[in-house]
């Protein structure tokens, strides 16, 4: 009898366990997707040129004059600017006011950029306009940081990588309202889903490991408790609580030697250790820390070669390289079938960052990336298939950049970085990445017709494969690892190379 009822008590106690991992997981789910939403209405506007190019550079614009050449570049490109000159100041005030609030103004600057649109029909007003919708960029920036920080180590690769499947789901909002709506009507319907990001913000909470840094270690525990869905006091929020305390105190004076030489050494005590960690101003943290700066550097070399692999051209320009390249095609629904492969493979893509690891994803997806760019810049360079053949080979590409250059490195640039730098090294690879998009973007143009659109993509294919190959040789694989250790493999991976 006695022994019946210990069983019924551990049964329930077991599955009052289960169903609290359960809907930690759907509050963890739940609240990535309010985080992400942001991504999407950005994805709207960044890819909104694609569909009003022609009609603002047409005598029947419906802005009170035809843009000038000088103008249109500046409709496809200042997005990018506005978030060059956003995202270094959001990185720094990631730490101060914290990433919620960071996230809410991102969040606005897009209402109001979209405000702006619907209100003026002025030229400046418009361009005016796109450069906000660029400085609420920086959510780039704030919502892979805010979903690895409150995400657990089992799934956080994949909701980090939902920051590109909800920029992808824009981009095919974008070019579905662009077809089918006239010029006001999809304004306004835009402005209303801005306005809906902003209030779908009001169930987030802010992450453990902000409260952390402020040294409010009970708001600590109650954030993770929420993220979590258990007690204060469970052992599930004690374990979260001592992990983020080790990821905040790591030997970072130690960072050239072998487990074997630091067991020689005489360890710090904890009191001394956190004097030390104080008296580190964040320049002589990253210098001391050789582990921090060969993360930095790996992360910038992954950033930039995946976007100079080109995807982000054949996205923003999509309407009129599908006109281009296939012009027995409607481009419309050439572009709006690019956003749903996109999507779809987005979600294989964040999948597999869990199931197979980021390094392998990267690795071989670039390869095939460089294969569909080699059949594709021969076809517009030499013609020797069927139109179709260009739209396959487009797809194609856009799928094995999406599983692999798309997802890997804004994934991996969440979860390198240790407590003490994250804001300020994620801001710095950030940064670049929209530079790169700028210089990209503005090239295309001038590139195209200088050597024209077939060897362009031959230039593509030879980043592809110098992604593939830099991967190969210094990428770690990072997949369920906690940050501690992650700092670790760069330090492995250099011992490695010098015997």
């Not at 409150?150 to 956080?156: A, F, K, P």
């Not at 070669?305 to 599908?322: D, I, M, R, T």
């Not at 298939?385 to 490195?409: D, E, Q, S």
Request: net charge neutral; aromatic share 12%; hydrophobic share 50%.
């Amino acid at each position: 009898m006695w022994i019946g009822m210990v069983k019924d008590c551990t049964n329930s106690i077991i599955q009052v366990n289960v169903c609290g991992f359960k809907m930690g997981i759907f509050i963890q789910v739940i609240s990535t997707i309010a985080a992400c939403y942001l991504c999407m209405t950005i994805g709207v506007i960044f890819t909104w040129p694609s569909c009003t190019l022609k009609i603002f550079e047409s005598g029947n614009t419906t802005l009170h004059r035809p843009m000038t050449e000088t103008e249109l570049a500046l409709f496809g490109s200042l997005s990018s600017i506005g978030a060059l000159t956003s995202t270094p100041f959001t990185g720094y005030m990631l730490d101060i006011v914290g990433r919620k609030s960071c996230i809410i103004v991102a969040s606005l600057t897009q209402v109001i950029a979209w405000a702006m649109i619907a209100a003026s029909s002025q030229v400046e007003v418009v361009l005016t306009a796109v450069f906000m919708s660029g400085v609420g960029g920086s959510g780039f920036l704030i919502v892979p940081m805010l979903t690895s920080e409150i995400c657990q180590e089992s799934i956080r690769g994949s909701m980090t990588a939902g920051m590109m499947i909800f920029y992808a789901f824009g981009m095919l909002v974008s070019y579905v309202l662009g077809g089918l709506l006239e010029y006001k009507m999809m304004v306004y319907v835009c402005l209303s889903m801005s306005v809906l990001g902003v209030v779908l913000l009001s169930i987030i909470r802010e992450t453990p490991l902000y409260y952390m840094k402020k040294g409010m270690e009970e708001e600590a525990a109650k954030s993770f408790a929420y993220y979590r869905h258990a007690a204060v006091d469970s052992k599930v929020v004690l374990e979260e609580m001592n992990a983020l305390r080790r990821a905040f105190n790591p030997i970072i004076e130690e960072d050239e030697l072998s487990p074997e030489e630091q067991k020689l050494k005489p360890e710090l005590k904890d009191t001394e250790q956190k004097e030390e960690k104080e008296r580190l101003s964040l320049f002589n943290f990253i210098k001391k820390s050789q582990s921090t700066r060969k993360a930095i550097v790996v992360s910038l070399v992954l950033m930039t070669a995946s976007l100079f692999q080109g995807l982000v051209v054949v996205q923003v320009y999509a309407e009129p390289l599908f006109e281009e390249a296939v012009p027995n095609m409607s481009p419309t629904v050439c572009s709006v079938l690019l956003a749903i492969v996109t999507v779809v493979f987005g979600f294989l893509g964040a999948y597999l960052t869990d199931i197979i690891g980021r390094r392998p994803l990267i690795i071989y997806s670039s390869i095939a990336a460089m294969v569909c760019c080699v059949i594709l810049g021969s076809q517009l360079h030499l013609s020797w298939a069927p139109h179709w053949v260009t739209a396959v080979a487009i797809y194609m590409f856009a799928i094995t950049y999406t599983l692999g250059g798309g997802t890997v490195p804004y994934v991996f640039t969440a979860e390198i970085f240790l407590p003490e730098v994250k804001s300020f090294m994620t801001m710095m690879v950030v940064e670049w990445a929209w530079f790169c998009n700028f210089v990209i973007l503005f090239i295309f143009t001038p590139l195209v017709s200088a050597i024209g659109l077939g060897p362009v993509f031959y230039l593509f294919a030879g980043v592809c494969l110098f992604t593939s190959i830099y991967s190969i040789f210094y990428l770690p694989e990072t997949n369920g690892l906690p940050v501690d250790v992650i700092q670790g493999l760069f330090l492995k991976r250099q011992r490695a190379q010098k015997y």
